[in-house]
């Protein structure tokens, strides 16, 4: 427990709770520098320690390579790779530089991603934290966005969130739930965008 972070930790323990049973959660987490929102995302890889983990923190620095961000949520997925369609493996490889090719058509990205995470989430729930999302690169960012929509609307069982200064977690279940409820976090020292 994160001092004096007990009503934020009770939300985290109760969002993976929820994801373990089965349903989907999307928190953000937004706040001014130093307020502790590093630290909120590693007590809820701390709770969550039978999920898989993805993570991915935009990087000031990383914000003109694009995919960036991207490579290091999925990077440990790429075995899954060869499960998608052709032209989503493809636009993907290239996006990671696994393949030639001219800029990939970015809709084929959002939707190769979408099914990565989607069969990463299916044996065993999955937790996704990328931190500093105002630093994401813009193609990251696009991405995810793209994912957090269709997974919203056309996958109930998955989640994503919406990118946002700050960071951000989700829970995806393995159980099927009604259309997953993004969780706001209503604490007074942070701000959702
Ligand atoms: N609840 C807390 N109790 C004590 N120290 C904390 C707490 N939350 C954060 N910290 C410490 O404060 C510093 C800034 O926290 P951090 O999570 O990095 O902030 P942010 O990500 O919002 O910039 C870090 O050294 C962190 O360990
Ligand atoms: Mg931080």
Redesign the pocket.
Known sequence: M????GVECGVLDGLVAEVRAGRSRVLVVG??????????L?YAADVAQDFRVARAGGVESEMELPFAALHQLCGRMLGRLGGLPGPQRDALGVAFGLGAGSAPDRFLVGLAVLGLLSEAAAGRPLLCLV?DAQWLDQASAQALAFVARRLETRMPGRCWPRCCP??WMSGSGTGSSPSPAATRWPCSSCRTG
């Open positions: 994160l001092r004096g972070r706040g001014e520098p130093g307020i502790g929102k590093t630290a909120l590693g931190d700050g960071g």
